[in-house]
């Protein structure tokens, strides 16, 4: 392969490496009055060269609530519940989330695009 070939290859890997779209992570500690934990993602990452590192534990990270109606009756939302040790899945937003959290429309007013602190748990894995 030519080196600019090498280049691109390597350019590619680069760039798809750092877009975060999902993992499972374990609870460090679960705030059951705000909905938020923290948690330590399970992937490593690792640089050419050198050794595999684990990622920096993640704070505050909401959880998915779930709304139901249960034979016909009323709607109800439900909380999750974790506890440490367990292992969740976590996605990654593509933009910042912080402002999108109020509900309403806005400009994600930052350049940060699929990182690991736009997370957002969706469910317990085991």
Do not use: W
């Not at 990452?45 to 139901?68: H, M, R």
């Not at 009323?74 to 912080?98: H, K, W």
């Amino acid at each position: 392969m030519s080196n600019a070939g090498v280049f691109f290859d390597n350019l590619k890997r680069t760039i798809f490496t750092s877009i975060n779209t999902s993992m499972p992570a374990k609870i460090l500690s679960f705030d059951e009055s705000s909905g938020k934990a923290k948690i330590q993602p399970l992937f490593k990452v690792k640089e050419v060269g050198q050794s595999p590192q684990s990622l920096p534990p993640i704070e505050n990270v909401p959880t998915l609530k779930q709304k139901y109606r249960v034979n016909g009756g009323a709607v109800q939302t439900y909380l999750p519940v974790y506890s440490p040790g367990d292992t969740v899945l976590v996605v990654f937003c593509q933009r910042a989330i912080d402002d999108a959290q109020s509900g309403h429309n806005v400009f994600p007013g930052t350049s940060r695009m699929f990182s690991i602190q736009d997370a957002v748990i969706v469910g317990v894995l085991n």
